[in-house]
């Protein structure tokens, strides 16, 4: 085993695939303990200051990560450890005082941030953020950890760390319920505070982990001074603040969504079990479709060949839309079966799965234009072009702001809505899509300004052929479904979501062959 982690191709896709069976679990788990409840709704937005940090900051491909790998990489390890220290101590006091700040204030910015929720969901909201503030000064080194094991070919540790938080959950769940069935309202282990205190238990278990392993080859340098690769210090930082201007961008997005979403009971809970769902295929699909083509567009601009580059991406478009259609055609038709068999049990009962059913299908809808604008940015981001998409970040913020306002009613307050509809959760989901598919379009006419020019009409065509694709597959399975759909066990829901899930892709791998807009080989032949 140890000799196949040295592949890093290897060592990568073993360690992602783990983290993400245990975030899978990790769902699955909070959603038997808490369903969609008040419980896990507070800690939702307890979860997105120091979330943030976390995932901006201390994640993999994060800001931290991406300076730290750049800046290392060249440097001998007594010099690498001599600078890694350095900005862990800085950017550990300027995190610490960030995290005292955010304690005394956990009131007030569970007010700002969730407004509408009850009286007592802010409560537990800030008992919980409280908990979790010391994830903050630990999310620096976390990130900065990331970047130095990647600088030394250290990848597995990277891509299995985010599954200690997730087993941790898992197992302070378990826990809770083998043990702590009887009064136990005073301890951090009740139902109100466990999420919290076990999700900053697992972030110091993966705090300890790494500085261990740090230090192990020779990368902890406590006995540098502050005078020493001043230079070096100085590049870390300069890349880490514009990039995570630009990272952070996405995530105000978030905390709009989630400010509107306070109106509503078991908004957040629903948004999270409905964001993971997706957020599982896409990450994939970005990995495996668009980070490929990154360096192929550095290395076309380089030669400065445009026309290779407009080749590469309109066969990138392509791909994404065909991949992207039928996910949303799958999860529309699945939407039913595939929350039964993930989510409903214990305190995930049939009310909590039609909520997120609904949000399923609402985040189905948005997955094309979701990958295409990420497709898109990062082009501009190859090509060094970063100030547009930048900008129209900005502008897509002001846009959600408006679209989650007004598909919720135009709400005033002391007034009430000034429109007579209301469409919930879905609405908000609806306004990032409809965000996005603007921001797409601009995007997209802009690469003329690039010397790139997309085919737009011919790509309008063939992504509308995927679409009539997917609805005569959709049609056709849905309705295999609705006359065999009257199954009891959790075992038959699932040989059904298998069968119906291969039947879906053979059928629209056939139609999309059909109609000429699906350029994938079942087989490849070998040369002779």
Known sequence: MHSFLKNNGFSISFGTSLSKLAGCLRQIFIAAAFGVGITYDAFNYAYIIPGFLLIIIGGINGPLHNAVVAVLTPLNKKNGGIVLTQVSIKLSIILFGLAILIYFNSSLLIELLAPNLSYEGKSIATHQLRILTPCIPLSGFIGLSFGALNSQKKFFLSSISPAITSVTIIFFILFNLTFGQENTHKNLLTSSGLLAFATLTGTFIQFVIQ?????????LRLESTFQLLKNEQRRILKLIIPSSISSGLSQINVFIDMFFAS?????????????????APLGILSNSLILPLLPEFSQLRSDKDTRGIQKKLISGIENC????????????????NIVEVIFQRGAFDYLAASKVKNILIAYAVGIPFYLFRDLLVRTYYSLEKTKFPFRLSCAGIIFNVFFDWFLIGAPIKNFGNLLPY??????????????????????????????????????LRKMLLMFLASIIDSTFCFTILKNTNNLDSNFGEFLLLIFGSLTFFVIYFLLTKFLKVNKYKIYQKRPS
């Open 211 to 219: 500085i261990w392993e740090i230090n192990k080859i020779g990368l």
């Open 263 to 279: 109106s509503f009971q078991g908004a957040a809970s629903g948004l999270a079990y409905g964001n993971f769902l997706i957020q």
């Open 422 to 459: 209301n469409f919930g959760v879905v609405g908000i989901i609806l306004s990032s899509v409809i965000v996005n598919f603007i921001v797409c379009i601009f995007l997209s006419f802009n690469l003329r300004n690039e010397s790139i020019h997309l085919p737009n009409l011919v790509l």
């Open 321 to 336: 839309f065909l991949t992207t259609i039928f996910l949303t055609g799958f999860f529309i038709t699945f939407n039913n």
